[in-house]
């Protein structure tokens, strides 16, 4: 989480971590997230609660993972349609 946007799995993890008892220090060492980042992670996302945050990361995966379905569903029926234009 070195200077740039963290996403959600970093945020996750950091703090996990963080509530498991990790001090600043290791989290730093781990992640690269200095104890004011974590503090304002932690007030960002506390407040929406962890398990909403592990929901939100699955919906955001899965939301991936139906994106890259339907792409590949819309090049196949391209293909598809082409090759009936070229029957006829």
Not at 52 to 71: D, F, G, H, P
């Amino acid at each position: 989480m070195k200077n740039k946007k963290s996403n959600e799995h970093q945020v996750l993890k950091v703090l996990k971590d963080y509530n498991a008892g990790k001090s600043g220090l290791e989290l730093f060492e781990k992640y690269g997230v200095y104890g004011t980042n974590i503090f304002e992670l932690k007030h960002k996302y506390m407040d929406i609660g962890l398990d909403i945050l592990v929901e939100l990361v699955n919906l955001n995966e899965e939301n991936s993972r139906l994106k890259t379905m339907y792409a590949e569903l819309c090049v196949q029926h391209r293909k598809l349609k082409d090759l009936l234009k070229e029957d006829f």
